[in-house]
């Protein structure tokens, strides 16, 4: 072994370890800079209290929905059909859109059915989707959990098949080569392939439905966190509007973390190559 070897190696990990180390110090200074100038911008009364209360006065209205509940509601019960509701759509919607966008990458005439409606589908907003929906659904929850399910079953679909034809062609080439079967080939070559920006996708689709869940919500009913912010901005009750915000967004963060762990587990081999 080269005696320089175990030099390198050593430099090579505590530059490693500084820059994690760095990493999360940016991580956890950008929000705390944020929070700083939120108590700045409401000490200071820039702002009117009604479009931007303090941090103390959320805590106070988050800490009395924890309490007592949201509208005869306890904040469980509010978050836990929120979830539902996500839930329910983020699974069928990524299912679909994974199973439609690869089935696209690799067969053209599944492309060309799926071409024109799916991009007539992608820029059309939500909201734009809710007066249709209640039309065709009423404003039970199938009429919410579907307008998540389109959105996630879009972005998936292009993530899909983009991972899809990224598959490099010498790849299918050689496996052929080797004899491996078209399922052989779909498994151990063009997925792997397209799982890293399958798993991507899969992030941005959770954030995107977590996004609409308020504008779904607007679809009737008096449990889910979107409905706490809709109802406490009609009475003007800020301080409950910025408490379902944060729920919202610790949800988000929550399960981002937990889709980029699953994602560097699974697609291990990302960034190795």
């Known amino acids: 072994m080269h005696p320089n070897g175990g030099k390198e190696n050593i430099l090579k990990t505590n530059d490693n370890v500084k820059s ?21 911008a409401t000490s200071a009364e820039w702002v009117r209290p009604v479009l931007l209360p303090s941090p103390g ?4 209205s988050f800490s009395d929905m924890l309490l007592n509940g949201y509208s005869g509601v306890s904040l469980f019960i509010h978050l836990l059909a929120s979830l539902t509701r996500v839930g329910t759509a983020f699974v069928f919607g990524s299912i679909l859109g994974i199973t439609i966008g690869m089935l696209r990458g690799r067969i053209n005439n599944v492309d060309a059915i799926f071409l024109i409606p799916g991009e007539i589908l992608r820029p059309i907003p939500p909201l734009g989707l809710i007066p249709l929906f209640i039309l065709w659904f009423g404003i039970g929850e199938t009429s919410k959990v579907l307008l998540i399910f389109v959105s996630v079953f879009l972005i998936m679909m ?7 034809r990224s598959c490099p062609a010498d790849s299918i080439r050689a496996a052929q080569t080797c004899g491996a079967n078209r399922y052989q080939i779909f498994r151990f070559v063009v997925f792997p392939s397209a799982l890293p920006q399958i798993m ?11 996004s609409i869940l308020v504008a779904a919500e607007l679809l009737g009913g008096d ?11 009609n009475f003007f009750r800020t301080t409950y509007v910025f408490a379902g915000i944060i729920v919202i967004g610790i949800v988000g963060l929550l399960s981002d ?3 980029a762990y699953a994602g560097r587990r699974i697609v291990h081999w990302e960034g190795r190559r």
């Open 223 to 233: 449990r889910g966190v979107g409905f706490i912010v809709l109802d406490a901005a």
């Open 20 to 40: 994690r180390r760095q990493y999360w110090i940016l991580a956890f200074a950008s929000p705390l800079l944020i929070f700083i100038l939120w108590v700045v």
């Open 257 to 259: 973390r937990a889709l």
């Open 158 to 164: 292009v993530s899909a098949q983009a991972g899809t």
């Open 200 to 210: 991507t996708g899969l992030r941005v689709a959770l954030g995107t439905a977590l």
């Open 57 to 60: 006065e959320v805590a106070k």
